[in-house]
Structures are given as C-alpha cells and as structure tokens.
C-alpha cells in the first residue's frame, strides 16, 4: 500500500517537474535562418494566396478543353396560339431542336495547353515570391545576428572598461594619475551606454520585422540566433550560369514566349470555321411525326478585322516578350555582378580581421591593460586600445552580417547555394567575433 501511494505521488509530480524543465530547454534553444524560412514558408498570406490561385489555374485545364453548352430551342408554326397546330396542315408543327457546336482545327487542344501554360506562370511567380520572401528574411534573420552578438560583445567590453574605471579611479586616489584620466573613462562608459542603447533598437527592430514574416505579434520573444557559418563565395561565372538556368523572373519570361508562341497558333486556328450539328423532332395535327438534322458553320468573312488582327497583336506580344527577356538577362548580369562585389568586399574584410586586425588589436590591449593595472603604460593608449578593439569587433559582425545577407540576395537568381558551400569544417565560424 505505501509503494502505491508514493508512485501515485510520483506520477502526480511529473508534470510540475515538466513545467520547471521546459522554460529552460526552450531558453537553450537558438534560432536558425532554416527555422525562419520554415515558418515564412508556411504561413506568409502571400504564399498562401498564390499557392490557391495555381490551384484554381489547374482547375481551369478541363475547362479550357470543354465543348460549348449546347442549345435547345423550342419552336411551333400555325396557329396564333402558342404551341397550337392546325389540323391537316403540313406546314404547322411544334418541335423541338438540340444543337451542338463542334470547335474544329486541334483548337480545344491548342486551349488546354494555354491554360497548362497558366499554370506554369503562377508557378514561375510562386518561385519568385518565395525567393524574395526568403531574401528578405535573410536579412532582417543577419540584422537580428548582427545586433544580438554585438550586444553580447559590447557587454563583454563594458565589464573590461568598468575594470580599467576601477583602476584608474584607485591610482587617483593615491596620486597617480589625473582626475582628467577617471571622467574620460567614466565618459567612454557613458558612450558604451548609448552604443547599447542604439544595438538594442536595431535588435527590436529585427525582431519585429522577423515576427511578421513568420506570422507572429511583432512583439513575440525570439531565441537567440544560431551560430552562422559563412560559406566561400563561389566565382561570379558560376553563379551567371546557375542564374540563368534557375532564375524565376527568366523562367516566366521562358513561360510567356511560350505562351504567346500559342497565341499566334490559336489566333490562327480562329480562321478555321466552327461546326454545329443539331438534330430536330416536329409533331404535326393528324399527320406523320418528322425527324431531322442541321449542320452548319460560321464563315471567318471579316477576318480582316479580326483574325488577321488578333494574330497580329499576339506576334507583337511574342516580340514584346522577347525584350522583355533580354532586357531581364542584362538586368540579372548586372545585379549578380553587385552582389558578387558586396559580398567578396566583406569576405576579405572578415579575412583581413580574422587573420591580422582583431589578433593584433586583442594584444595590443592585453599589454596596455597588464602594463596600466601594474602601474605603468600611458592611461590614452590604454583607452585608446579598448576603443579601437570594441570598433574592431563590431565591424567585424557587421561584416558577417553583410557577407550572408549578400549570399542570400544572390540565391534569389541562382537559387539555392548550398551544394556549393564548402564542408562544415571548411567553413569560417562567424562568431567567435573574436569576442
């Protein structure tokens, strides 16, 4: 009987024991750029709105190709009475006809492929909206890095210069340094503050604009970013060629050549006339009911007002297109040249600090700071390597920042790069920000 009740207690506890461990595993958590992306993906409006209207395109390809309604007509001859025939009349009857027209030429065909080519729009639009959706978020996802690990970094400096404040404070006090030394430390602490403050909004900022992306209140709480890893920058030649067999704005220019190709074929097929068979049945007072077919077809006479102009107009069409894909190529050219630009600029500046800046900067400071506590070294060129290792640091996140948010504006041409990123231990952790 005790073991009963102290397994019951047990089981009674577990869910207080689960609601005190949950809050910490979620605050270990991180957030990643995949996990933004999911979420965007899932639930943007816009997504969701495009998505159903190449649903409601897939639904019109039976349409496309579907006869005409058919027609009935009812009809009577004699009497002034409605549907009254005259008694022994051959000519008073009432009847009743069913007609059919028949489009000829290929021409329900040639409509079931304008529409399948409807389809392939809306789905080269989904693609483009994905990827600026994603592009976007890419950025707002790197600004929210940038400003989380440059508070971090900045938290970090604030407990160094709040010791060298100490220090300089406590050679002040026995005469050993100037009392100009403690308000210029005091006031380099003050700017820190304001530093602070300024990355704090910036982080508000990022937060709020990822919020809305995911489909949340802009004030939701976000888990700290994931560490990023930048990947090589692979040759602009590469990414031209990938460009151009992945870029959705060329994938639509590629859809509407090939449907205004179908256009000047339909507007061709419309000289084709259209048949129409129908089949009849009259009843006659007192005589032998009658049974009887028609056939007939329209005559194309003003194609020249017609036919021959909507050709026209769909040739202009396929012409217009065909800029409009060139004008798209030099477009494409010029902004991967820019990307590519930006983003090799920040990869040699991460280089450059990772290598020589923040190593050097870091010992520089290290000495001044030894030298100064043991009552040596110069209080200027102390505070001054604090400055500088702090602009260092923060440069180098900005850095970081502006690589991958280059990289990202660079998949919305080429698509995804990830086949062509170096492995995970070829890759440059970002982070360690040299902090």
Do not use: W
């Not at 024991?17 to 943007?44: I, K």
């Not at 529409?115 to 929210?144: C, N």
């Not at 004030?219 to 040759?235: G, K």
């Not at 590469?238 to 859809?255: E, S, T």
């Amino acid at each position: 009987m005790f073991r009963t009740i102290v397994v019951l207690l047990l089981l009674a506890a577990l869910p207080a024991v689960a609601q005190q461990v949950t809050p910490a595993a979620e605050s270990a958590a991180t957030l990643s750029l995949e996990d933004v992306t999911r979420q965007l993906l899932d639930t943007h409006p816009a997504l969701a709105a495009i998505d159903r209207q190449i649903a409601a395109a897939r639904l019109r390809l039976g349409l496309a190709a579907a006869l005409p309604d058919p027609t009935v007509t009812a009809s009577y001859m004699g009497s002034a009475a409605p549907f009254k025939t005259m008694a022994m009349d051959p000519s008073s009857y009432r009847g009743i006809t069913a007609m059919q027209m028949l489009p000829l030429g290929g021409k329900r065909e040639l409509r079931r492929s304008l529409a399948a080519v409807d389809v392939k729009s809306g789905e080269a639009d989904a693609l483009a909206v994905r990827r600026r959706l994603k592009a976007a978020a890419a950025a707002d996802y790197y600004d929210y890095y940038y400003a989380t690990r440059a508070l971090e970094v900045t938290a970090k400096d604030k407990a160094r210069l709040e010791q060298m404040v100490s220090t300089t404070e406590a050679r002040y006090s026995v005469g050993k340094a100037m009392q100009a030394d403690v308000l210029r430390a005091q006031l380099e602490v003050s700017m820190l503050l304001q530093r602070q403050a300024a990355l704090e909004e910036q982080r508000a900022s990022a937060v709020g604009r990822l919020n809305l992306l995911m489909g949340r209140s802009v004030d939701a709480p976000l888990a700290p970013p994931s560490e990023v890893l930048c990947p090589a920058l692979p040759p602009l030649p590469a990414l031209v060629a990938q460009a151009g067999a992945n870029d959705a704005g060329l994938q639509k220019n590629q859809v509407m050549l090939e449907r205004n190709t179908l256009a000047i074929a339909s507007a061709h097929k419309d000289y084709i006339p259209d048949l129409s068979v129908g089949y009849m049945f009259q009843q006659r007072s007192g005589m032998a009911d009658m049974y009887g077919m028609t056939f007939s077809l329209n005559i194309p006479v003003f194609y020249k007002s017609k036919q021959r102009q909507a050709e026209a107009a769909a040739r202009i069409d396929l012409e217009a297109t065909r800029r409009d894909r060139d004008a798209r190529k030099l477009e494409l050219a010029y902004d991967l040249r820019q990307m590519h630009a930006m983003a090799s600029t920040a990869g040699k500046m991460l280089d450059l600090y990772d290598k020589a800046i923040l190593p050097q900067a870091e010992l520089a400071l290290e000495s001044a700071q030894s030298s100064y506590s043991t009552g040596g070294g110069d209080f200027t060129s102390t505070l001054a390597s604090f400055t500088s290792i702090l602009g260092y640091q923060i440069d180098y996140l900005r850095q970081v920042a502006d690589y991958m948010t280059a990289l990202a504006r660079i998949e919305a041409y080429t698509g995804d790069l990830a086949n062509d990123a170096p492995a995970a231990n070829e890759a440059q952790p970002a982070t360690e920000a040299k902090q």
